[in-house]
């Protein structure tokens, strides 16, 4: 399944990746691949900007913009006019 | 050294009613266990560590799909979320993490210094980090519990298939429950506000009522099973489509005005409902999900209001 195309914000500095292999051992959507030793962005479309790349990039080499992607977390930050949140007015969340 | 509780693999009829209440959207988001250390199936100081959340369902999973296999598993607090939705938050994170290791003393209680993380759970734990402020090495573990076996067996190795995220028709379907569950007090709210014009209007309200019913069960059921199959890319797009679909079930006798305000109430009801399905899926993005509100909110509430007024006015036309 594929969703939006040229959409997603991630983003790969060839120059500070170490080929240490971490993104393409954390992403759920097989993006990366090793390529002469770097990583290689190889499905970007497939991206859907959860940060575990990023997250576990020790060079900071990655950059994406990840954050909360449902519509009703979307609605919930443009009425309280935040960035978009799952925590619903109780405290608890909407999507356990 | 804190109290380690010893437990098994064997799930309980109570754990099995209790994950089946959770799945149909009972109690979901009170079902957790003690965050700490446990000793499953009697392991010893070189058995492996695998990380979890302390969300019921996520331990359970864990617990019983090592079946017979001896082996520490470390629940962070995660206020009772699963893995993937709390490193989302932070709560299943690298602090958490570190203060969970030194809380339960792992160092004293292990040989080695390598601790199994679900895959899933890489968007809030950084490994590099994790390695300097506790001196455990993380291993990411395969996305789901049920092929932890083939994990071991292949000496803690991750095959290509077992990094990926899935969402296939079970997986999808396992999901439905909740969303019909989740939404209906919206059903609820627009029968309620269609019986009140049938009553104020004089008319017979079943075909108010199978048409919103049609339309909910569009954007919650058939939406999530049929996703794949449904033309086009945005969410939304697709439950208009269906919605869209549904219309043609019980709207072919009516006159214009009526055909009118069902096509735009029912695809604006299936749409808004499947675009609200992105938060369950596993392959939107956030910057997606933006793209496609932007486009379909603003005609969403048009189509939504537009087809109260054509409603309205057919029956004043009547």
């Known amino acids: ?96 | 050294m804190s109290a380690i509780t010893r437990i098994n693999s064997r799930l309980s009829l109570f754990d099995r009613l209790g994950a089946m209440m959770v799945r149909l959207s009972f109690n979901r988001s009170d079902y957790a266990v003690e965050p700490g250390l446990y000793a499953l199936n009697n392991p010893t100081p070189d058995s492996p560590v695998f990380v979890s959340a302390n969300y019921k369902l996520s331990f359970d999973i864990v617990r019983s799909s090592l079946l017979g296999f001896g082996a520490w598993i470390l629940v962070l607090d995660t206020k009772g979320v699963n893995v993937w939705c709390a490193a989302g938050r932070g709560t299943f994170g690298t602090v958490e993490l570190v203060n969970r290791i030194k809380l339960t003393e792992l160092d004293k209680v292990v040989g080695h210094r390598k601790v199994i993380v679900p895959q899933l759970g890489a968007t809030g734990i950084a490994a590099h980090e994790v390695a300097s402020l506790s001196g455990f090495q993380v291993v990411y573990g395969p996305v789901r519990a049920e092929d932890l076996p083939a994990f071991i067996h292949d000496n803690f190795k991750v095959s290509g298939e077992m990094r990926q995220v899935r969402f296939n028709l079970k997986d999808r379907l396992t999901l439905v429950p909740v969303e019909v569950v989740h939404y209906s007090k919206y059903l609820f709210l627009l029968l309620f506000f269609f019986l009140l014009l049938s009553c104020f209007f004089k008319v017979d309200p079943w075909l108010a009522v199978i048409n919103l019913v049609v339309a909910y069960l569009c954007g919650t059921v058939l939406g999530p099973a049929l996703l794949p199959a449904i033309p086009g890319r945005s969410f939304a797009m697709k439950g208009a489509l269906l919605g869209l679909a549904g219309i043609i079930f019980t709207v072919s006798r009516l006159a214009l005005f009526d055909q009118l305000a069902w096509l735009l109430l029912m695809s604006t009801i299936s749409s808004y409902l499947l675009m609200n399905f992105t938060g369950s899926s596993t392959y939107t993005s956030p910057s997606g999900v933006q793209k496609e509100m932007r486009l379909a909110v603003p005609l969403q509430i048009a189509g939504l209001a537009l087809g109260i007024i054509l409603y309205i006015a057919a029956r004043i036309i009547g």
């Open chain 1, 1 to 96: 399944m594929k969703y939006l195309k040229d959409v997603v914000t991630l983003k790969l500095d060839l120059d500070k990746c170490i080929g240490c292999q971490m993104c393409v051992n954390v992403c759920p959507h097989s993006v990366f691949e090793m390529n002469n030793k770097k990583a290689k962005i190889v499905d970007r479309d497939a991206c859907m900007e959860c940060g575990a790349c990023a997250k576990n990039c020790p060079t900071k080499a990655i950059t994406v913009k990840s954050g909360v992607g449902c519509a009703a977390g979307i609605i919930n930050g443009i009425l309280k006019g935040t960035e978009p949140s799952c925590d619903c007015s109780d405290g608890k969340s909407c999507c356990g």
